[in-house]
């Protein structure tokens, strides 16, 4: 069958499928999920070797340009996204202009979309160089983004990165770095945002990347098109679940910690509360991210030495969940973001925060599909409808409603 022209050879049939729950939007090839057997990979490389093996810049490299790169081209991404990093100084007015109580995914959702205005030229992706340039300069910009968002909101000074050091160890200089102290790096807290940025950083046409590759069929510019997939992440039947779970997880702490008393309510079809941190639309088996980073869990709080109660809440409504028909049945198991919080939170990292962590994790993944999406000359985006609403009715004036 002749896929781009489907709906001549099907003779115009119009096919129904809210949420797009059987619908492919397009071919690709670069990660592959199976749901049922909890399988996924980047580039046919499986998530749990690169969790284990590579870091973050490496994934991200291998993500866009579809190969593990050598040590050269890994040196070069890693110089030319350094030289890339400068964010406009008037993009700190934009920054001002915002209530310290904005939500940090709104803030930085905007700056992301500001960012075409003080880069004009990145709308230009034409040859291989102009793309690779693009992607360079976002890759470097948007973690200073994402710290200035989170020190806004602390009330901190917005500094620069630091040249010497590691993209991830950049990120957390960046974030935490008290005015007139040293930041001391530590490892465990590298090692744990690498892998939590892996983890998240590609799930091929979930919500967000769909909206990237969506809005990017119209041939929007890449940062507008990572703007709206930012504002696609913010929900919390998304990415925000992540910070749903956590607030979730305390307000049980707070209630006595009856995990049962939240079972019920979850199962309620009269209660509109669910679970969060549990289902995924794929995923009818388990997620294998979630087995990852619940083992992450364990070994960061004990690395950093906390004990998190809220974490021993997290595990009993798991095991609760794993023996309950109704989860059973539905195939509801703890999602990545189940647990991510957890760690994010041990790593002292605020609340509202947590999405937008996962927005620096997912980058490398929005912009792997957008150019694939732009390279496969794709069509524009625009689903059809089935109208239901009025047959043909004539117009009544004002005075006659
Ligand atoms: N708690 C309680 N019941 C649930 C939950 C939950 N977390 N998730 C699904 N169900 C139930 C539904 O009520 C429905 O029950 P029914 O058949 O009796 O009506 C059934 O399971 C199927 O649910 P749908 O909403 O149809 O499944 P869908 O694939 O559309 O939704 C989703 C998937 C959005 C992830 C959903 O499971 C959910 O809302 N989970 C909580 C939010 C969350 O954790 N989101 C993060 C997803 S992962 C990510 O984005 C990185």
Request: aromatic content about 8%; overall charge negative; proline content about 5%.
């Amino acid at each position: 069958i002749d896929i781009k022209n489907l709906r001549a050879v099907t003779g115009g049939v119009t096919t129904i499928d809210p949420g797009y729950k059987n619908t492919g939007s397009c071919e690709s090839a670069i990660t592959f999920l199976d749901g049922e057997k909890g399988i996924l990979r980047y580039r046919g490389y499986s998530i749990e070797e690169l969790a284990e093996k590579a870091d973050f810049l490496e994934v991200a490299f291998l993500l866009i340009f579809g190969e593990l790169p050598t040590k050269e081209q890994l040196n070069k991404f890693e110089n030319d996204i350094k030289e890339q990093s400068v964010v406009d100084d008037d993009v700190k007015k934009i920054l001002d202009a915002f209530p310290k109580s904005a939500h940090p995914m709104g803030v930085l959702s905007s700056l992301t979309s500001a960012l075409t205005a003080f880069n004009p030229s990145s709308v230009n992706v034409d040859s291989e160089e102009d793309m690779y340039k693009t992607v360079c300069k976002i890759m470097g910009k948007f973690p200073v983004l994402v710290a200035w968002t989170m020190r806004k909101q602390k009330g901190l000074p917005l500094d620069y990165g630091d040249d010497n050091l590691g993209y991830v160890e950049n990120i957390l200089k960046m974030m935490f770095k008290k005015p007139n102290q040293e930041y001391t790096q530590n490892p465990i807290l590298v090692n744990a945002l690498d892998k939590l940025l892996i983890l998240h950083a590609d799930h091929e046409q979930n919500c967000s990347t769909s909206t990237v590759r969506i809005v990017g069929s119209s041939h929007a510019g890449l940062f507008a098109s990572l703007s709206s997939g930012i504002s696609a992440l913010w929900g919390p039947l998304h990415g925000g679940a992540n910070q749903a779970v956590l607030e979730m997880l305390e307000a049980i702490k707070e209630d006595g910690g009856d995990t049962k008393k939240y079972m019920a309510k979850a199962k309620d079809k009269e209660d509109p509360f669910r679970l969060m941190g549990f289902g995924h639309r794929v995923y009818k088996n388990f997620d294998p991210r979630a087995k990852i980073i619940k083992k992450a869990a364990d070994e960061v709080l004990g690395d950093l030495g906390i004990e998190d109660p809220v974490l021993d809440i997290a595990k009993g409504l798991a095991e609760e969940a794993l023996s309950d028909p109704y989860f059973v049945d539905r195939k509801l198991y703890p999602n990545v973001d189940f647990y991510s919080g957890i760690i994010y939170r041990g790593m002292g990292i605020p609340t509202e925060m947590f999405t937008v962590m996962f927005a620096l994790g997912r980058l490398p993944g929005w912009i792997a599909q957008w150019k694939e999406m732009r390279n496969r000359k794709e069509p524009i985006g625009r689903p059809r409808q089935i109208y239901i609403g009025e047959n043909l009715r004539s117009f009544k004036s004002i005075s006659e409603r």
